[in-house]
C-alpha cells in the first residue's frame, strides 16, 4: 500500500463541504472532494468523467499550520428567483467564509501504485491551473513534492515526512494535528464523490481525528 503526498499551502484556501445558495463555507482542514477535484484539474479529467479510481483512494490529512478563519462580505445580483428567472433589480449579501495562511500535508493512499504515479507526474506539469477550494485561491507553493511518492502506509507517510513550516513561537516541539480516513468509526464527512463532479453527489465517510509527531525540516 503506498501513498501519494502533496502539499496545500497559499495565502487563502477554502474547502466548503455544505454551501448552498448564498453562504459558501469552509472547513478548518481540505475536503476529499476539494482535493480529488485539484486531482483532476491535475490530469485533466473533465467534470463529466468517472472518478471511482480516485474517489477509492484513503486520504489523511496533517495539519502543519492551522489556518485563521475569515468572512468575506460579498454582494451578488441577478439571482434566481422561484421561477428561474434572475432579478436584476435585486442584491443579495454572499458571505465566504475561507482559511488564511494555512498549511496541510494531504496523503492519498493506495493499491494502484500506477495510478498513485501518474497523480504525481501530473501535480508537476498540470493540465489546468491548481486552485486550493477556489479557482482565485492559488497554491503558493508547488503542491507537487519531488519526494511525495511513498512506499509506507498513510499514517506512516504522514507522520515521516518533514514539517511543511516551522512552528510558530511557543508551539515547538507540540504534536500536529492530523484525520485519517477510516472505514468503520469516526465523525461523518459528507464529502465523498459518488458520481462525476458534474453531478454533484457526495456521500459520506468517516474519518478519525489525532496527532503525530513529525520532524522538524532540519531534522530531514
Same mark, same amino acid.
Not at 484539474?41 to 490529512?61: F, K, N, S, T, Y
Not at 503542491?143 to 514539517?163: I, K, M, N
Given at each position: ?39 483532476? $484539474?491535475? @490530469?485533466?479529467?473533465?467534470? &463529466? /468523467?468517472?472518478? =471511482?479510481? %480516485? #474517489? ?5 490529512? +496533517? ?39 494555512? $498549511?496541510? @500535508?494531504?496523503?492519498?493512499? &493506495? /493499491?494502484?501504485? =500506477?495510478? %498513485? #504515479? ?5 501535480? +508537476? ?96
Amino acid at each position: 500500500m503506498a501513498t501519494l503526498l502533496m502539499r496545500l499551502q497559499g495565502p487563502l484556501q477554502s474547502w466548503g463541504t455544505t454551501s448552498r445558495f448564498d453562504e459558501r463555507d469552509t472547513q478548518l482542514e481540505p475536503s476529499k472532494s476539494g482535493v480529488l477535484g485539484l486531482v483532476c $484539474a491535475a @490530469l485533466g479529467r473533465d467534470r &463529466g /468523467e468517472p472518478l =471511482a479510481d %480516485l #474517489a477509492a483512494l484513503r486520504m489523511g490529512v +496533517r495539519i502543519d499550520r492551522e489556518g485563521l478563519p475569515m468572512r468575506d462580505y460579498q454582494t451578488a445580483t441577478g439571482v434566481l428567483l422561484a421561477s428561474g428567472k434572475p432579478d436584476l433589480r435585486r442584491t443579495v449579501v454572499s458571505p465566504r467564509f475561507y482559511l488564511a495562511d494555512a $498549511a496541510f @500535508l494531504v496523503g492519498l493512499e &493506495g /493499491e494502484d501504485e =500506477a495510478l %498513485l #504515479a501518474r497523480i504525481h507526474a501530473a501535480l +508537476r506539469v498540470p493540465f489546468w491551473p491548481l486552485a486550493l477550494g477556489r479557482k482565485s485561491f492559488v497554491s503558493g507553493l508547488p503542491v507537487w513534492l519531488a519526494d511525495g511518492l511513498s512506499p509506507l502506509p498513510l499514517g506512516q507517510a504522514l507522520a515521516g515526512y518533514p514539517r511543511l513550516t516551522p512552528a510558530r513561537r511557543g508551539e515547538e516541539g507540540q504534536p500536529l494535528r492530523c484525520l485519517l480516513e477510516d472505514e468503520r468509526e469516526g465523525a461523518i464527512r459528507l464529502d465523498q464523490p459518488v458520481a462525476p463532479f458534474a453531478e454533484r453527489r457526495f456521500g459520506p465517510r468517516f474519518v478519525k481525528s489525532g496527532v503525530l509527531h513529525a520532524p522538524d525540516q532540519t531534522d530531514a
